[in-house]
């Protein structure tokens, strides 16, 4: 595996079940308000501050300074942007959007893998004001694709980031479609709205908006090993011409 060095008002129809939007009864309103109300008062998503705290690390590592030439703006954006992040514009219907995913295993401190792949999920909004949201990670399947999926994840974030260059060519988006609709392989979970975003799932997963699109951040945990992967994602929506 070759190594990369990392170097919205909410729809009331979807948010607040359209209530104020349209007339109801008073027990019709009280009751969607009771039931909306809920999830919303979150404070925040289980184990946020753990996630906060080493994407903080992430986002002021050496790795993200912007002297660095081979960092990935993309990520250091994002992993900046995580913090003060709050709940905006949901999906009022499904959306994929493609990306990169950057992936750090730890045992203790150690730092013993890192890896950066391209990426995508989809966001599909669900009645009870949440979303579902399902993650693709493209890994090599052959010997060709590691340098390829190396360049691609370099031009996706020069594209998007910085305004240089092209997109990565079409064929990974269809791969990366392609990817979504399996049956093994994706990462699947149900999310409900916290203060800052979404997060739900097992592992607990969290989703949250900023300027250009969606941020995810997971940990994978190896009790047995004593060893955590952190994975932190960006997605953006993909070109509409190439």
Same mark, same amino acid.
């Given at each position: 595996?070759?190594?990369?060095?990392?170097?919205?008002?909410?729809?009331?129809?979807v948010m607040l079940?359209?209530?104020?939007?349209?007339?109801? /009864?008073?027990?019709?309103?009280?009751?969607?308000?009771?039931?909306?109300?809920? =999830?919303?008062?979150? /404070?925040?998503?289980?184990?946020?501050?753990?996630?906060?705290?080493?994407? /903080?690390?992430?986002?002021?590592?050496?790795?993200?300074?912007?002297?660095?030439?081979?960092? &990935?703006?993309?990520?250091?954006?994002?992993?900046?942007?995580?913090?003060?992040?709050? +709940?905006?514009?949901?999906?009022?219907?499904?959306? +994929? @959007?493609?990306?990169?995913?950057?992936?750090?295993? &730890? /045992?203790?401190?150690?730092?013993?893998q890192q890896n950066? @792949? @391209?990426?995508?999920?989809?966001?599909?909004?669900?009645?009870?004001? #949440?979303? +579902?949201?399902?993650?693709?990670?493209?890994? =090599? *399947?052959?010997?060709?694709?590691?340098? &390829?999926?190396?360049?691609?994840?370099?031009?996706?974030?020069?594209?998007?980031?910085? #305004?240089?260059?092209?997109?990565?060519?079409?064929?990974?988006?269809?791969?990366?479609?392609?990817?979504?609709?399996?049956?093994? #392989?994706?990462? +699947?979970?149900?999310?409900?709205?916290?203060?800052?975003? &979404?997060?739900?799932?097992?592992?607990?997963?969290?989703?949250?908006?900023? =300027?250009? #699109?969606?941020?995810?951040?997971?940990?994978?945990?190896?009790?047995?090993?004593?060893? *955590?992967?952190?994975?932190?994602?960006?997605?953006? =929506?993909?070109?509409e011409k190439w």
């Open positions: 595996m070759r190594m990369f060095p990392m170097g919205m008002v909410v729809s009331c129809a079940g359209a209530a104020g939007c349209t007339k109801r /009864k008073q027990s019709e309103t009280t009751q969607t308000t009771q039931t909306t109300q809920s =999830p919303l008062a979150m /404070k925040e998503a289980p184990g946020a501050a753990h996630r906060a705290g080493w994407v /903080k690390e992430l986002a002021t590592s050496d790795s993200c300074v912007p002297e660095t030439p081979s960092n &990935y703006k993309g990520v250091c954006l994002a992993a900046a942007a995580f913090g003060d992040a709050r +709940r905006g514009q949901a999906p009022t219907q499904t959306v +994929r @959007l493609w990306g990169m995913t950057f992936r750090e295993r &730890y /045992k203790g401190a150690e730092l013993l950066i @792949l @391209l990426a995508a999920i989809e966001l599909t909004p669900t009645a009870d004001g #949440g979303l +579902r949201v399902t993650l693709f990670e493209q890994w =090599p *399947e052959s010997e060709s694709d590691i340098d &390829y999926l190396g360049s691609a994840c370099e031009q996706l974030d020069h594209h998007h980031f910085r #305004g240089e260059g092209k997109p990565p060519e079409p064929r990974w988006l269809g791969r990366l479609w392609t990817g979504l609709g399996r049956e093994e #392989g994706p990462r +699947r979970a149900q999310l409900q709205p916290t203060v800052q975003g &979404y997060a739900g799932g097992e592992p607990p997963l969290e989703l949250r908006a900023f =300027p250009k #699109g969606w941020m995810v951040a997971t940990e994978e945990l190896d009790a047995e090993a004593g060893e *955590e992967t952190r994975v932190f994602g960006v997605f953006v =929506p993909p070109p």
